[in-house]
């Protein structure tokens, strides 16, 4: 019997919309024979106070993801809204804690892929992912975009579509607006795409 290939979509979220993408991939993983996908979320770094503030939700029951559970998983899908065009602090603040896996290469040669949210077109679709592929370089993991394998949605014209060749995305606006059908189209596309080249490299290791 072949081994279950583990993929862990990993993400911080918090209005809900990187959230909501990170679903849609979990079912495209899943969709994937032999393939057990899991949602992680890392922990928040802003006092409850800030939160309430800043009119944020009260988090999911998604677990909370400590670094040495990422040992656990033989490829990744990592998502977090944009901050001035890189990703959150508080995705970043868990990649911070994740020396002792640098230290033990137990990523490396591992694949990632990454999504995201912006408030705008113009708020970092594409420098948001491309900026954090250099925490995954550090560890020695191989980038997995989704280039233009989603097909005629990655050319849709009429309507505003988040995403891009980097991974799949969506647009906050002010909050109010909610991941459209293509944009969640496209996420549950990148799930399967990254978990079956996950299954294909664990196969073949």
Do not use: C
């Not at 503030?53 to 899908?77: C, H, Q, R, W, Y």
């Not at 594409?126 to 980038?143: D, P, R, S």
Request: no cysteine; glycine share 12%.
């Amino acid at each position: 019997m072949a081994a279950i290939t583990k993929v862990y979509i990993v993400y911080y979220s918090m209005y809900g919309h990187v959230e909501r993408l990170a679903e849609e991939i979990k079912k495209g993983a899943a969709s994937v024979e032999g393939v057990e996908a899991q949602l992680w979320q890392v922990a928040e770094t802003l006092p409850e106070e800030v939160l309430a503030k800043m009119s944020a939700p009260p988090k999911s029951d998604v677990p909370i993801i400590t670094p040495n559970d990422l040992a656990e998983a033989d490829g990744f899908v990592f998502g977090f809204p944009t901050r001035f065009g890189m990703m959150a602090a508080q995705f970043k603040a868990f990649l911070d804690a994740t020396g002792g896996l640098w230290r033990t290469q137990k990523l490396a040669g591992k694949p990632a892929g990454l999504f995201y949210s912006t408030g705008s077109q113009g708020g970092g679709q594409e420098t948001t992912a491309l900026t954090a592929i250099t925490q995954l370089v550090h560890h020695g993991m191989i980038f997995v975009p989704i280039g233009y394998t989603f097909g005629a949605g990655m050319f849709e014209m009429e309507k505003v579509k988040g995403g891009s060749p980097y991974g799949a995305g969506t647009f906050a606006g002010d909050g109010s607006r909610q991941p459209s059908e293509l944009e969640l189209e496209q996420a549950f596309h990148q799930g399967k795409y990254i978990a079956a080249i996950t299954k294909k490299l664990k196969g073949a290791a």
